[in-house]
């Protein structure tokens, strides 16, 4: 049998573990939330890859705009740059041991929903991508090898088993950069 002291201990706690989450609740709303800086995602920010000298990599999201020197300095880095230079998204930047700028990889890019160069992307990338098989991949990167480049993504038209349809639903993976040099 218990005690009135018992029941008076289980009713005590009952009460303290019911106005707990009112308190909580309240509390936090009153407390100024700060976020480190740059680690917010979202779509207006720009996704950045930082590759240590270790090879351990970590991944920032920035606003556009932001230059390397800034997002560096944010990180403590004592690496001081020849020459400053605004990220782009997707940006992948190894610090082993001198400086270097390159693509954040097709995996990377995709579970991040960015989407992926169809000019760059290799048989294994675009099998990555919904709707792309290991067949159609085959024929993507067979067609791009005797065409040269795709100029626009209404070519992937021009390739066996795509049609419109299929088209539309590929668009939202895939992407043509405009700046990168005619000869790939």
Known sequence: ???DSQTR???AVSIILAVIPFICYFYTDRIDSHYP???LSGSENLAIEIVNKEGKSGLFFVPPGTTAEQLLASLDSKRVL???FKLQNAMKISLDPTLSVGRMDAV???SL???V???LAGRDELMLIPGIGEKLAGHIVAHRSRTGR???LDQLMEIKGIKEKKLAKLKRYLYIDKTAPKGL
């Open 1 to 3: 049998m218990i005690s």
């Open 9 to 11: 201990g289980i009713a």
């Open 37 to 39: 800086v740059f680690s």
């Open 82 to 84: 020849g020459k400053d």
């Open 108 to 110: 990377k890019r995709l």
């Open 113 to 115: 929903g960015l989407p």
């Open 117 to 119: 160069d169809i000019n």
């Open 150 to 152: 795709f100029e626009t």
